[in-house]
């Protein structure tokens, strides 16, 4: 099994920054995509970032140009940096994975979820 931990949640005053982690451990073959959701108090999940195994990118419009998404394939974490924070960004955020896992045949791809990191951002 494979499984996520986020860590670098907490409390930052509006305008500051926070930098997310998540780590992937556990037995599996390799890691595809990954990526960042949110839900805040009362609100639907939503997604905010995701980092492909191509390396490419995709950020919700509500962040682009405040928040990067980043990955370490060594240390199998990816990373969420996220400045110039806002009330509106406060949400319970998770970290969501495709791993690759071994099966009869081949590998399987298998969804992961991280238990969520709380970020406030409040004066």
């Known amino acids: 099994q494979v499984q996520l931990v986020e860590s670098g949640g907490g409390l930052v005053q509006p305008g500051g920054s926070l930098r997310l982690s998540c780590a992937a451990s556990?037995?599996?073959?390799?890691?595809?995509?990954m990526g960042w959701y949110r839900q805040g108090p009362g609100k639907e999940r939503e997604l905010v970032a995701v980092?492909?195994?191509?390396?490419?990118?995709k950020y919700a419009d509500s962040v682009k140009g405040r928040f990067t998404i980043s990955r370490d394939n060594a240390k199998k974490t990816v990373y969420l940096q996220m400045n110039s924070l806002k009330p509106e960004d406060t949400a319970v955020y998770y970290c969501?994975?495709?791993?690759?896992?071994?099966?009869?045949?081949?590998?399987?791809?298998?969804?992961?979820w991280g238990q969520g990191t709380l970020v406030t951002v409040s004066s």
């Open positions: 980092s492909t195994s191509g390396g490419s990118t």
């Open positions: 556990g037995i599996f073959f390799g890691i595809n995509a």
């Open positions: 969501n994975a495709e791993a690759l896992v071994g099966g009869t045949i081949g590998t399987n791809s298998l969804e992961v």
